[in-house]
């Protein structure tokens, strides 16, 4: 592909709960990952959307000072902890200008190249694929290989165990996936979301299929987190067992 499609990253953020102390560890996870993105991510052709899910105006005035010089869009749900309503309302704004959306958040910091130049070339070429993961995949996942323009890929099976096949970072979707199946449940934690979001991909007959470069399943993909993300959440029984099978799933790393 000579001339690239303009892509959008949608980036996820929040404050956190009120009362919390971890914005400030989120900002600098923000600063952090930003810098990284512009050092490491290769692609020609990208904008900004920032999903703020009802953080404090203090907060959202830092995120603006930091995208100052980027090209980005904004909203802000005031929902105050919504996941499913952050990413939805993001995604109406993302779509009217580009057809393939770089999920992301604001704690997950590049450590190395990631060019997705080929993902975005198998969507734009195949039809029946609507996702690119670009995160390590679990091993249990079924999976079949096939192969595209000299790149193998794998594809994840509806048949696979586990509840976590749909995520909501380190993806790369097209359009046709939203399309499909539908906007992501609001009003959820995250952990049941995407379950319910699994349950989709499982059952919707005939959907673009999520892939992975092959040449990523078996390496550590180029991400990290920082403990502002989770710390919180080690406080509260419940979200601690739903944090601990999210990050168990091979999804992110200390």
């Known amino acids: 592909m000579e001339i690239y499609p303009p892509m959008t990253i949608l980036l996820k953020t929040w404050q956190g709960p009120k009362g919390q102390s971890l914005a400030r560890n989120r900002l ?3 600063e952090k990952m930003l810098s990284s993105i512009k050092r490491h991510l290769k692609y020609p052709n990208y904008s900004w959307h920032i999903a703020d899910d009802g953080s404090e105006s203090w907060y959202q005035d830092e995120i603006h000072d930091l995208f100052k010089g980027e090209n980005y869009t904004f909203t802000d749900t005031k929902a105050d902890g919504d996941i499913g309503l952050n990413i939805n309302t993001g995604m109406r704004v993302v779509l009217k200008r580009a057809d393939y959306i770089l999920h992301w958040s604001d704690d997950i910091v590049l450590k190395q190249e990631l060019d997705i130049k080929s993902c975005v070339t198998l ?3 195949y039809d029946d694929i609507g ?3 670009l995160r390590n995949a679990h091993r249990t996942l079924n999976t079949h290989c096939i192969e595209r323009d000299g790149i193998v890929w794998y594809i994840i099976e509806s048949s696979s165990p586990g509840p976590f096949l749909c995520i909501t970072s380190l993806i790369l979707m097209h359009r046709r996936a939203w399309n499909y199946y539908g906007p992501y449940p609001e009003g959820l934690r995250i952990d049941t979301m995407q379950e319910e979001m699994s349950w ?3 059952n919707f007959e ?3 299929a999520i892939a992975i470069r092959a040449d990523h399943w078996d390496g550590t993909m180029p991400s990290c987190i920082g403990k502002s993300t989770w710390d919180w959440r080690l406080t509260d029984d419940k979200e601690r067992k739903s944090w601990h ?4 799933y091979g999804a992110r790393e200390d």
């Not at 099978?245 to 168990?248: A, F, G, P």
């Open 200 to 202: 989709r991909y499982k």
């Open 123 to 125: 969507l734009h070429d």
């Open 245 to 248: 099978r999210y990050r168990s």
């Open 28 to 30: 600098e996870s923000a």
């Open 131 to 133: 996702i690119v993961y």
């Open 206 to 208: 005939n959907g673009p």
